[in-house]
Each structure stands twice: as C-alpha cells, then as structure tokens.
C-alpha cells in the first residue's frame, strides 16, 4: 500500500517536471530562436539548448558512445 502511494507520488512530480520543462523550452525558443530538448537527469526533466548539450557532449558528461543523434532521439520533447 505504501509503496503504491509513493510510486503514485514519483509518478506525479515527474509529470509536473515534464510539463515545466516543456513550457520552458517553449518558452526558450519563441524568445531566443534556440533549439531546445527535454532530457530526463536525475532529479527531472530539464529543458537544455542544442549548444548546451553540445558542451555536455564535448565535456564527457554521457556516456562514452553516446552520439548528439541519440541524445536527440531519446528526449522527451524537441522543439521544432
């Protein structure tokens, strides 16, 4: 019982993240023109800019054979 009410909690906060991250990366791209992903960290997801996970990319912060094409492929949302 208790785990259901916590895996429902999980469940709903990453919900929440996903729709702030997507309205931020909404919102990033009407100002700024910026291409943007939603990518899912530890603590949620985030909206990063192409350039941003670019510099992630070049500092080794994926793992080793992860290519730009597969960290686009796997977010959540890209803006167009």
Not at 66 to 80: D, P
């Amino acid at each position: 019982m208790v785990n259901k009410i916590i895996a429902a909690w999980y469940k709903l906060m990453y919900h929440k993240s996903l729709k702030r991250a997507t309205k931020h990366a909404n919102h990033i791209k009407c100002t700024t023109g910026y291409k943007c992903f939603v990518l899912l960290f530890p603590k949620g997801y985030k909206a990063i800019t192409k350039q941003a996970v670019k510099q992630l990319h070049k500092q080794k912060y994926f793992k080793k054979n992860v290519s730009l094409q597969h960290i686009e492929n796997m977010s959540a949302y890209t803006t167009t």
